[in-house]
């Protein structure tokens, strides 16, 4: 790869607006083919409007977008797709009910406008590409049965056998294994030495960081900086994104030493998820829980929340044992739990606000013995948790969908609140969330652990940990490998152990 | 944040305290589903009011109107509480009927008896009612079966069951408890139309004002929420089709009173009828939102305008155009409005692609 | 399961169908004396016809991921305003330009549903009751209410073809050519589904619309031809349904859509759209058309008919959807091994 080599895509000056609203103001961007180039910034920086930009599925108020030489001043998904343009989004846009072949040589056959489709013809050429690629993947498996891995794996393939010169990856290693990222590192690399120029977008940068030559930041809409990723390490970007140092400097109340323990889990076991599994969390107590995505972290917090039960081990809520076989066993029990897929886990977005809130704990506003919703007490509760949590929003009968992510998210934690649960399990709390707000959301929590709440987090955001944890729980394939606590909670010695 | 926007924020928590409760009863009072149906209710009458006065305006029409409205009007009732969760059910007129014929069977069979022991049967015939709400819902809720193909099929057992019982033929036989409600008036007001009013105002109560109607609006919104909010999908959808099975029954009880016949295909036109009065009633088909009144307001229309075609002497053949033609252009004006409202306002949580919510 | 097995099975349970047919057979032999016959081969085959062919068509809405509600209505409407307009008995017009009639006629009912569906997206289901309602009621309204007797003679005379004509206890028994015509289609809907960019577009868009969108599938112009093809099947049923019956009545065929739904459900189709195939709706109208011969051979009165379909209706179901429930399970296990590695 040669840094003299003309860009294969040069997109200038780029503006879009949504309803007076404006994603994006003027940015700019250039690609090599051979490198890897990163686009990074926090959700909602206009990352993803640059993206459908580029690939024709928006159209831009102003601005260029040169593909290898040639001025597309109109373009559409498929003139896209003929430019050499391939995006990968993050749900793949697979079709779960068709084979691996199919998948991969479908859309090459849509783009030159066949009107026969010929199983003969499409098997040779899916195996070629998998095979230059040096990978294994059964073509003739349906999509929806292989795992994310092998799905990534037949995205990339199609793309690329529709000769891509350009491949775009939206989030690329989000929901893979730490191995299934070294083999997707892998195949980028056969990718650039094909001379593919390959456009990373991400807000997770350790990892990205290994493959790119260069790196993009976008904030609020505007083009902060373009540079080598040799310049960069995970603090400066950091900085770039939010536009200020964050400050997540740890604040911890000492707990007092005779608090008592209100979950104990002893031994849980989910053969291929996780197993033996024992620890103890404290009233007013706030327990950290980490690892790398299919560390089991995320899995081992379903399974409190019943949504995934162990198969083996106690779990002992309060001083009193519990079976936890689904959700509503753990809601009866007094857990409140924060799915990290805010839009289609925690949230009802047509719904008002007011619905929102008391969705979990509308039992408990029962009159008897009419059994009518008691609307005055709904209505102090409502009240109550719209103020104590600062969600910005003109009224509570206001539609969720209208809502930014922190405020969603506050929405989701006012649910919960309201079930005044014993314990309250957070997945990835501050995902999706502008800095300001995140920095609120982790007071909220502090609050309501000195309420007397036992408040466990999941996450992989080590320094969010690090500012809210008495302790912290890492775990590694599948097991708790080590236990952090008090002064020993510290940002390095987490990422060293997770990584191990 | 200033001192200044913290007091904006506060005075709008304040605000927010009124608007809580006026969230939480009436929705349905600035709902656009109702205030096109008050429109429509309106225009209807005044337009064949207006084209046969002489006919349409007589005591005998309006009373006509308000004692046929009824059955229909409690069968979209019914279907509204489905679709709000998101499904449908196409079984409740069959169910109705099973009610009708159980009715009209035990009323002729006990002879002179018969309307002693009106009350019994009428129970019985809703207990029938409520035994096939509950198959329903073991079928969608336990077995997983979703709800358009489980109520087709029970739709078809339930059907086939009144053939094989009734052999085909008309039922004729009544309890007197029945047929004096449904000649009754009261303020010149049927009784059969008071009866609408009373199951509207029961099911308006279960849906604004018990846990359970919550749970079925949140569960029809977004059934992954819902699930991760603790609410019971198994429990709310049983809860929901042994409902609809119950208000069919009722409905069956108000065909039977109207007229004291039974048989397997009567109302042969309403399981598409009352879809029309729900979605024409400002219904959501996939879940989430609906209201009492726009579907009461709408079973008056298609009322007025059946009649209306009768007034004028059109065939039912022209009305059954006038009914899809109201269903199709109603939908495409949601939509178009929809959409409208849609592009006005930008994305307001930026997220990767959308994802479809996966049943959990 | 073994990777045999699960081809035996077939990708939509075809083979699951298949081996039901033959125990139902088997069992009837046992039952009746009666019923391992050609007069009961050719029974069944009559009584599948019209049906093969609605279902055809319900085939490829479903895979499209909609419904559709109104072929019946279609089907009728096709069949008797070209009876209508050719002039019934007095009618000198040959098969050929009938049937091309009545295609056009289906087709652009079709079309109807395609652009309201296409167009404006809205729910399928409701979308084709409504029409369904008006082209019931426009037929019988503006067309005709009455029922036909003498048909055209070319009609008329397609009618009175035998293919194959055989003894069977004594008397004569015959499947009437037109069986070709379902043969013929389902051999098109195969290659269709199977071997177009159309047809796999079907597929692509009933598994996932929006990637069938971004996968540069011009979907609403599929959607439309969806739609219109099935306005042609349900037309071509039509035709055929009056040649049998060597009559044209407004009043028929509406109504018995949900038995055709049922059928090809029952052959694996998913209600979800993206799933289903010729082979398993063939066996799914010949499972539903077998039962209730069956039921008639055995001396259940036709009454229990429809029950009886509902019931298999249910039973199918219900089983591929615990059999949903548990492969969900075995995905998520299988998931975890991977996470484990």
Excluded at chain 1, 166 to 173: A, C, F, K, R, W
Excluded at chain 2, 5 to 27: I, T
Excluded at chain 2, 73 to 84: N, T
Aim: net charge positive; with cysteine; proline share 4%.
């Amino acid at each position: 790869m040669s840094e003299s080599e003309a860009p294969v895509l040069e997109v200038s000056d780029i503006v879009k607006t949504f309803g007076g609203v404006r994603a994006l103001a003027g940015v700019s961007l250039s690609l090599k083919p051979g490198t890897v180039h990163c686009l990074a910034g926090e959700n909602g920086c206009g990352k993803s409007t640059l993206i459908k930009i580029i690939s024709g599925v928006e159209r831009p108020d102003s601005g260029r977008i040169v593909v290898a030489g040639t001025e597309h001043d109109r373009m559409t998904p498929s003139g896209a797709m003929d430019a050499g343009i391939q995006v990968i989004y993050q749900d793949f846009s697979l079709f779960g009910n068709l084979t691996a072949a199919e998948n991969i040589v479908l859309t090459g056959e849509v783009a030159a406008h066949r009107a026969l489709y010929s199983r003969r013809r499409a098997r040779p050429a899916a195996e070629r590409i998998v095979r230059e690629l040096g990978i294994k993947l059964d073509l003739e498996e349906d999509v929806e049965r292989l795992s994310v891995a092998d799905k990534q794996l037949t995205a990339i393939c199609r793309a690329l056998v529709h000769d891509a010169r350009i491949l775009i990856m939206d989030e690329p290693t989000t929901a893979l294994t730490r191995t299934e990222v070294q083999r997707l590192f892998a195949v980028v690399r056969q990718l650039t030495e094909r001379g593919v120029a390959l456009l990373f977008v991400s807000h997770k940068l350790d990892e990205v960081l290994q493959v790119a030559q260069t790196v993009t930041i976008l904030r609020n809409g505007s083009h902060v900086l373009t540079a080598p990723a040799a310049e960069l390490d995970g603090a400066s970007i950091g900085r770039y994104m939010t536009g200020h140092d964050i400050d997540e400097s740890r604040q911890v109340v000492r707990l007092p030493a005779d608090a008592s323990a209100v979950l104990e889990v002893r031994d849980l076991t989910l053969p291929g998820a996780y197993r033996d599994v024992s620890f103890t969390l404290h009233r007013g107590e706030i327990l950290g829980l980490t690892g790398l995505l299919g560390s089991g972290r995320s899995e081992i917090a379903e399974s409190l929340f019943g949504v995934l039960p162990a198969r083996s081990g106690t779990i002992t809520v309060d001083g009193q044992d519990c079976t936890i076989r689904s959700i509503d066993d753990a809601v009866a029990a007094g857990i409140g739990y924060v799915p990290e897929d805010r839009l289609t886990q925690g949230l009802f977005m047509d719904a008002s606000i007011a619905d929102n809130i008391i969705a979990s704990s509308l039992d408990a506003y029962r009159r008897r013995p009419s059994r009518l919703l008691d609307r005055r007490r709904i209505a102090e509760t409502i009240t109550s948790l719209f103020g104590r949590l600062r969600i910005k929003a003109p009224n509570v009968s206001s539609p969720v969908r209208s809502l930014s992510g922190g405020n969603a998210q506050r929405v989701v934690l006012a649910k919960w609140l309201a079930t005044k649960p014993k314990v309250l399990i957070l997945n990835g709390p501050t995902v999706g969330v502008d800095v300001g707000s995140k920095s609120e959301i982790l007071q909220i929590l502090r609050q309501e652990a000195a309420d007397g709440r036992g408040v466990l987090i999941v996450s992989d955001d080590v320094p969010e940990l690090v500012a809210v944890c008495h302790r912290v729980l890492v775990i590694r394939q599948g097991q708790v490998v080590q236990e952090l606590e008090g002064d020993g909670v510290d940002l390095e010695t987490i990422q060293r152990t997770m990584a191990a | 944040m200033t001192a200044q926007k913290e007091q904006g924020s506060l005075r709008r928590v304040n605000a927010s305290v009124d608007e809580v409760a006026r969230s939480l009863v009436g929705r349905f009072q600035t709902n656009r589903g109702v205030r096109r149906m008050l429109v429509l209710v309106v225009v209807a009458f005044a337009l064949f009011a207006a084209l046969r006065p002489g006919v349409y305006l007589s005591t005998l029409n309006l009373q006509n109107i308000a004692v046929a409205a009824p059955e229909i009007g409690v069968l979209a009732i019914a279907q509204m509480l489905a679709m709000l969760t998101g499904g449908i059910d196409l079984s409740i007129v069959a169910v109705a009927n099973l009610t009708a014929i159980t009715i009209s069977t035990l009323y002729t069979a006990a002879g002179s008896r018969g309307d002693a022991l009106g009350p019994v049967f009428i129970l019985i015939g809703l207990v029938v009612a409520l035994v096939g709400g509950l198959v329903n819902g073991l079928l969608v809720s336990r077995v997983g079966i979703t709800p358009i193909l489980a109520t087709l099929a029970t739709m078809q057992i339930f059907n086939g069951l009144a053939v094989v019982w009734t052999g085909g033929r008309t039922l004729y036989g009544a309890p007197r408890v029945l047929t004096g409600v449904g000649n009754a008036t009261v303020g010149g007001i049927p009784v059969l139309f008071i009866a609408l009013l009373l199951v509207a105002a029961g099911i308006g109560i279960l849906i604004n004002r018990t846990a359970l109607g919550h749970k079925i609006q949140l569960q029809g919104a977004n059934p992954t929420a819902a699930a991760y909010s603790g609410i019971s999908s198994r429990r709310t959808l049983l809860g929901t089709y042994v409902m609809t099975g119950l208000l069919g029954g009722i409905a069956g009880m108000l065909f039977i009173a109207r007229n004291p016949t039974a048989s397997a295909d009567y109302g042969a036109s309403y399981t598409l009828l009352v879809i029309v009065i729900a979605v024409l009633g400002g219904t959501n088909p996939n879940g989430g939102f609906a209201t009492v009144t726009g579907v009461v307001l709408a079973a008056l229309t298609l009322q007025i305008v059946s009649s209306g075609f009768n007034a004028m002497r059109w065939s039912p053949y022209q009305y059954a155009v006038a009914q899809g033609l109201i269903l199709i252009v109603v939908m495409v004006s949601d939509q178009v409005h929809l959409r409208r409202r849609r592009r006005g306002t930008p994305p307001a949580l930026p997220v990767g692609p959308a994802t479809p919510p996966t049943p959990v | 399961m073994s990777a045999r097995l699960m081809a035996l099975r077939g990708s939509n349970n075809e083979g699951v169908l298949a081996a039901v047919l033959v125990v139902l057979i088997v069992a009837m032999s046992l039952v009746s004396p009666s019923f391992f016959t050609v007069g009961t081969l050719f029974a069944v085959i009559r009584s599948s016809i019209v049906p093969v062919i609605f279902a055809l068509a319900v085939l490829i809405v479903i895979i499209s991921g909609g419904i559709d509600v109104s072929f019946a209505a279609i089907a009728i409407f096709a069949a008797y305003t070209t009876v209508k307009l050719s002039g019934a008995g007095g009618s000198t017009a040959s098969l050929v330009v009938l049937t091309l009639l009545a295609l056009g006629i289906g087709a652009v009912l079709g079309l109807v549903n395609g652009g309201l569906i296409a167009r404006f997206r809205l729910p399928t289901l409701i979308v084709t009751l409504g029409t369904q309602s008006v082209f019931k009621g426009a037929l019988l309204a503006y067309i005709g209410s009455r029922y036909i007797a003498a048909l055209p003679p070319s009609m008329d005379r397609a009618g009175k073809h035998d293919l194959v004509t055989a003894h069977s206890g004594g008397s004569p028994v015959s499947v009437s050519l037109m069986v070709l015509v379902p043969v013929l289609l389902t051999v098109f809907v195969w290659w269709l589904l199977r071997n177009t960019m159309f047809g796999r577009g079907v597929y692509a868009i009933g598994g996932d619309t929006e990637a069938a969108r971004r996968a540069g599938f011009r979907v609403i112009r599929s959607q439309l031809l969806v739609y219109v093809l099935v306005g042609m099947l349900a037309a071509a049923g039509g035709v055929v349904y009056v040649i049998l019956g060597r009559n044209a009545n407004p009043q028929d065929l509406v109504g018995s859509e949900l038995d055709i739904i049922a059928a090809v459900v029952l052959g694996g189709a998913s209600i979800f759209g993206g799933r289903g195939s010729v082979g398993g709706t063939l066996l799914g109208v010949l499972l539903v058309q077998l039962i209730n011969n069956s039921l008639l051979l055995v001396g259940v009165p036709t009454a229990w008919q429809r029950a009886a379909v509902g019931l298999l209706l249910v039973i199918g179901v219900g089983v591929q959807a615990a059999a949903a429930k548990r492969s969900r399970k075995r995905v998520f296990a299988h998931e975890d091994l991977e996470v484990a590695r």
